[in-house]
T-cell receptor, first 113, second 115 residues
Framework: DQQVKQNSPSLSVQEGRISILNCDYT??????FLWYKKYPAEGPTFLIS?????DKNEDGRFTVFLNKSAKHLSLHIVPSQPGDSAVYFC????????????FGTGTRLKVLA | DAGITQSPRHKVTETGTPVTLRCHQT?????MYWYRQDPGHGLRLIHY???????DKGEVSDGYSVSRSKTEDFLLTLESATSSQTSVYFC??????????????FGPGTRLTVL
């Protein structure tokens, strides 16, 4: 019962182009969403988050879009850089419940120089 | 970087032996979490704590127990390790100020191998 799904295990993008990573969720109680980046042999690091009261949040090269009706969020990276090559996880939480974060399975992004 | 350490960083053990992993934080954050990361499964929540001596189960809690006797320490115990518990274990912390949600900060991970 995967409540948060990242259906693309991997993605390759040319340097300078846009990277779009997708995430779907099934639990309609989720109302807070986050993206994390993970390099090998390191812990995940926080990238950007969005509350369900918004449909977009931007931080530099990173933008997260939320489509509540479709239960879908996406992370856009523009322009993509080789240092962005990592595994990206989306996560979701319900602010009306306990402070549990449910993670997706991750998407490995490779930015080609 | 948030002050989170995990010990040990690497451990090899045998099936049936008890194992305890330690997470230590210096941030005084209220919430602490244990995850395991496995190929094809991403990060799965094992147990979490919302205060000293307050803990609850996550998605994959069978075979694991936790304890939190101090704000700064969160212990994960495998009472009798099995090969299926070979994984990378991550500890995370977060804080809630005024009821808001905030990001989690993760530790560096512990690689556990059960032979």
């Amino acid at each position: 019962d995967q409540q948060v799904k990242q259906n693309s295990p991997s993605l390759s993008v040319q340097e300078g182009r846009i990277s779009i990573l997708n995430c779907d969720y099934t639990n309609s109680m989720f109302d807070y969403f986050l993206w994390y980046k993970k390099y090998p042999a390191e812990g995940p690091t926080f990238l950007i988050s969005i509350s369900s009261i918004k449909d977009k949040n931007e931080d530099g090269r990173f933008t997260v879009f939320l489509n509540k009706s479709a239960k879908h969020l996406s992370l856009h990276i523009v322009p993509s850089q080789p240092g962005d090559s990592a595994v990206y996880f989306c996560a979701a939480a319900s602010t009306s419940g306990t402070y549990k974060y449910i993670f997706g399975t991750g998407t490995r992004l490779k930015v080609l120089a | 970087d948030a002050g989170i350490t995990q010990s040990p960083r690497h451990k090899v053990t045998e099936t049936g032996t008890p194992v305890t992993l330690r997470c230590h934080q210096t941030e005084n954050h209220r919430y602490m979490y244990w995850y395991r990361q496995d190929p094809g499964h991403g990060l799965r929540l094992i147990h979490y704590s919302y205060g000293v001596k307050d803990t609850d189960k996550g998605e994959v809690s069978d075979g694991y127990s936790v304890s939190r006797s101090k704000t700064e320490d969160f212990l994960l115990t495998l009472e009798s390790a099995t090969s299926s518990q070979t994984s990378v274990y991550f500890c995370a912390i977060s804080e809630s100020l005024g009821g808001t949600y905030n990001e989690q900060f993760f530790g560096p991970g512990t690689r556990l191998t059960v032979l």
